[in-house]
């Protein structure tokens, strides 16, 4: 009897269960086999030592949960986490690709890739001063905790598209994780890692993300320096309680003030032409809310080291400074939500250059150059 037709079978079963088992290898569970043992941690210290941010009190308050004190252990696993592509599905890309500390947390692009080089739907935004922003995070306002925020681009098909399984059973099987949890949380044992402490640890690492060294706080707040004449012109024409040269402009402080230069509010800054609010391509807050009336809203973001987040705009649009203020001056397009303030007026270039120049005074190089901020690696 031949052999031969069995063997090839047989040989064929085996090829395609292989090859089924690497297709799915990347989204299924990997099973972490027999490295977990009863307690195997305690070997480990655990010893917390309490973080207190250190920020002026002109700054705000920062909201800091119960569940989760800030800790000199859990900020060092967050800031590595943060930076570490294991979080991909392929350990391409991490939380900082798109959110680089040399470009003030953003990465320089309208729209950013993912693991698949698939382009997401809006630009990353800056995460300065993230830790006092209370009012929804994201371009619209779709997580309402840093915790609840670090879990989304795992998950994200466009963005770092792995399952948190496969990420929990990649750190459990890490040579230095499981310590590292274990010093930031106190669990016992490597079952104990989990998404949500992960989750916690990236959050403590953002909230140290703080600027408030810029020029502009540096002569606000008296250290001894003053604005140059374009700088104290551009200040004028920035916010709308100054600015009385011209009377038709409704000044950039409605939507951009405070300390944070970020108003605590949602706005359709006139990006988009709308006959209705059924017309607007991205829904923005109305997304989340599903109210009609919230379609096409984006949170504003800080205006802190602008000069370093280009392009602009939820969808990268602007490539400059100079499209901003022409796309405001210009009066933006009409919708049935448009901003009161979205209204013509007009500037020589000297007033816009006068602009530009008090929007550099926000530029905070020590923030971008902490070495905290960096990566461990």
């Not at 592509?85 to 798109?98: H, Y």
């Not at 830790?131 to 998950?155: D, H, I, K, R, Y």
């Not at 602009?355 to 690696?377: G, K, M, R, V, Y």
Request: charged share 20%; glycine share 6%.
């Amino acid at each position: 009897m031949n052999k031969f037709p069995s063997l090839l079978i047989t040989g064929i079963s085996i090829l395609l269960l292989l090859l089924t088992a690497v297709a799915c290898g990347d989204k299924e569970p990997i099973d972490p086999g027999p490295i977990d043992l009863p307690n195997d941690l305690l070997q480990f210290p655990y010893e917390p030592e309490t973080h207190t941010v250190d920020y002026p009190d002109w700054l705000g308050e920062m909201e800091i949960p119960e569940d989760n004190p800030m800790t000199v252990q859990g900020i060092e696993l967050g800031r590595r986490l943060f930076f570490d592509p294991i979080l991909s599905a392929d350990s391409t890309m991490s939380c900082s690709s798109c959110h680089n500390p040399t470009q003030s947390f953003t990465d320089g692009l309208a729209t950013s890739p993912g693991i698949d080089g698939n382009l997401g739907r809006r630009s990353a935004m800056s995460l300065i001063n993230i830790a006092f922003v209370n009012n929804g995070l994201n371009w619209n306002g779709s997580s309402q905790t840093l915790e609840e925020q670090a879990l989304e681009p795992v998950t994200n098909e466009v963005e770092l598209h792995e399952t948190w399984p496969n990420v929990i059973s990649k750190l459990q099987r890490h040579e230095s994780y499981p310590q590292y949890f274990r010093e930031a949380f106190g669990i016992s044992d490597r079952d104990e890692m989990t998404k949500e402490l992960a989750a916690k640890a990236i959050a403590q690492f953002e909230r140290t993300l703080i600027s408030y060294n810029s020029r502009y706080d540096q002569i606000r707040y008296g250290t001894g320096i003053f604005f140059e004449d374009n700088e104290f012109n551009g200040r004028d024409l920035f916010f709308f309680e100054q600015a009385t040269v011209f009377d038709e402009h409704p000044g950039c402080s409605h939507c951009h003030g405070g300390v944070q230069f970020a108003e605590p509010d949602f706005f359709n800054n006139g990006l988009t032409e709308a006959a209705t609010f059924a017309d607007f391509p991205d829904k923005g807050l109305g997304e989340v809310t599903n109210v009609p009336s919230d379609n096409g809203l984006f949170r504003p973001p800080s205006l802190r080291n602008i000069a370093l987040t280009a392009p602009y705009m939820h969808d990268g649009r602007f490539a400059t400074l100079e499209e901003v203020i022409d796309h405001y001056s210009s009066g933006g397009h009409p919708s049935p939500n448009v901003s009161a303030n979205i209204r013509p007026f007009t500037l020589s270039p000297q007033e816009r250059d006068d602009l530009i120049a008090f929007l550099h005074t926000l530029t905070d190089t020590s923030f971008i150059n902490n070495p905290a901020f960096q990566s461990p690696f």
